[in-house]
């Protein structure tokens, strides 16, 4: 059988990350730790680096040479964005993060377009960034459905159809959950959501640096996603939405930048996107997540799904043999992105991480940004093992090892 | 950091904690959380004559941070008010018997900030007088 793709050289990859090539308390790190940020290859730093050293300048504003190049280079790193996810460029507006482009969407379409009785429908297993937004709606009188889980951590979509009416006006919901890892069937939400006039919004940050997008076939009418989860520096981020849509929304932040000219009382917007990017925008971090899309793309996209697809498989059949561990979410590694989150009998997560500290592994203890999700599945904690192209089987065998010794150290 | 502060004894208050519940007359309530690992910690006091006739707390979080809570109720019990209110941070590490690092030092110093902040409502005093940045 033909394959689609290309199984990955992990070890020349992981020269490309110099910050993985060294010791934590005395043992070599083992990096589980990127869906709350993944570790930048050389040639990003490089770039951002480049930039201060050789062309930095504001953008958009002046004729001279640096000037140029910088706002060139900006512009490109739009271009390649875009393009990486099937946007055109006027669509692709920076941010500083996830967050700041959901809080884009609430402030610019939501507060404008939203009445009482009005609905928005989001998930249980949101992070917070995708609730606490739309729950400020409440005070408008707009109200809040939030779909369930599946026993098996996949959403349930039949109680999505349910409540889905004319009121509803908007669903938000994630790509992949952080925590639970499920892959939610966005395009089928996207078509579910048209057939009700309602618009649909994407949290991508956990999909776009593991998988291949298309927003035009998810059809989605918001896509949001930070640059630092997807090898790119900390401060970008972007915000897709449909140019029709866009268009008509009023910006929220006003100032230099995002004007067409300003005259004493009153002033004309510029066109998209400059239109929601006020001030000196983070120049650096654009140009740096423009190499991070070159660098995925000459990866392969499907490739690096495939390599974390096969780790996280790897990573359930070793870590359900490992005596009192629960893992949760999907068992099925069909349904799942690259993550694994699970509790180890009696030890809290935090106690957890530190004892895998000291064996050199970085995993995340906690809610993870998703305490609705946690009071729902009734724990206080989890611990969460994350992958990226550059994990290794080896790596999951290190931490199958480390929590056999937390079991030792805890007295199971 | 390595593993050794999971003493038998942290072990043994974490699993079996002493003064775990509430008072329901209690005068001194407090309740705060640290949001970054997600530990809860809530104090009740119950006063007689200025002293601590009993304090319970519960919560839910780490291994330290409810050893370290069940530890500082069984160690008030009697005491006066101004007594709880100088203890320090070193004598609830000195209660833990354990060395921890910047990070787990929240965990260890979330009761005592709990109790702290719930004593000096009740004695209308000046939350200023949490005098360890840690407790801020």
């Known amino acids: 059988m033909k394959t689609e793709f290309e199984v990955l050289n992990v070890e020349k990859i992981r020269r490309d990350f110099p910050i993985l090539n060294q010791t934590v308390n005395g043992k070599p790190l083992v990096y589980l730790d990127s869906s709350a940020t993944s570790q930048k290859p050389l040639c990003v730093i490089d770039v951002i680096n480049n930039y201060y050293k050789t062309y930095n300048a504001n953008v958009h504003r002046a004729a001279h040479r640096l000037a140029t190049e910088a706002t060139e280079a900006y512009e490109e790193s739009r271009r390649k964005i875009a393009n990486f996810i099937g946007a055109e460029q006027q669509e692709i507006i920076f941010v500083k993060n996830t967050t700041e482009a959901i809080n884009l969407v609430f402030y610019s379409w939501a507060l404008e377009n939203l009445k009482a009785g009005d609905v928005v429908v989001t998930t249980i297993m949101e992070h917070h960034s995708n609730i606490v937004p739309w729950q400020q709606l409440q005070s408008k009188g707009v109200k809040l459905g939030i779909i369930d889980i599946l026993t098996d951590g996949t959403l349930d979509l039949e109680q999505l159809k349910a409540v889905m009416s004319d009121k509803v006006k908007l669903i938000a919901v994630t790509h992949c959950s952080n925590v639970l890892g499920t892959i939610n069937p966005v395009k089928e939400i996207a078509q579910l959501a048209h057939k009700y006039g309602a618009l649909v919004l994407v949290d991508g940050a956990q999909s776009v640096p593991h998988m291949p997008i298309d927003v035009k076939d998810l059809d989605c009418d918001f896509f949001v996603f930070s640059g630092h989860k997807m090898l790119g520096p900390t401060g970008i981020g972007c915000l897709y939405g449909k140019e029709e849509i866009l268009k008509k929304m009023k910006p929220f932040m006003f100032g230099g930048d995002m004007i067409k000219e300003v005259h004493l009382r009153e002033t004309t917007f510029a066109d998209l996107p400059n239109k929601f990017e006020a001030g000196t925008p983070d120049i650096a971090g654009a140009i740096g997540l423009g190499a991070a899309v070159d660098y995925l793309q000459n990866i392969g996209m499907k490739n690096i799904y495939a390599h974390e697809k096969e780790l996280v498989r790897y990573a359930i059949e070793r870590l359900s043999q490992v005596k009192d561990l629960k893992i949760v979410g999907p068992t099925d590694s069909n349904k799942r992105g690259g993550l694994v989150a699970f509790t180890l009998g009696d030890i809290h997560g935090h106690d957890l991480s530190q004892i895998l500290d000291a064996e050199g592994i970085a995993v995340r203890a906690g809610h993870h940004c998703a305490m609705p999700l946690h009071e729902r599945l009734g724990l206080a904690s989890s611990t969460r093992a994350s992958f990226y192209f550059y994990n290794t089987k080896e790596e999951v065998d290190k931490l199958v090892e480390a929590l056999e010794k937390a079991r030792t150290i805890f007295k199971l | 950091m390595d593993n050794e502060i999971y003493t038998d004894i942290i072990l043994d208050y974490y699993r079996h904690p002493k003064n775990f519940g509430k008072i329901e007359d209690a005068q001194i309530k407090f309740k705060d959380t640290n949001p970054m690992c997600g530990d809860i910690v809530e104090m009740c006091v119950k006063i007689n004559g200025g002293c601590v006739m009993d ?15 069940s530890m500082l109720t069984e160690s008030i019990q009697g005491k006066s008010l101004d007594e709880v209110k100088n203890i320090s941070k070193e004598d609830v590490l ?27 409502n009740f004695l209308g005093g000046n939350l200023e007088e949490l005098n360890t940045p840690e407790l801020k």
């Open chain 2, 55 to 69: 304090a319970k707390f519960c919560g839910k979080g780490c291994a330290i941070s409810q050893a370290a809570a």
């Open chain 2, 94 to 120: 000195g209660m833990l018997g354990i060395e921890l690092s910047a990070m787990r030092l929240k965990c260890a110093l979330l009761p005592l900030k709990v109790l702290k902040v719930g004593v000096l």
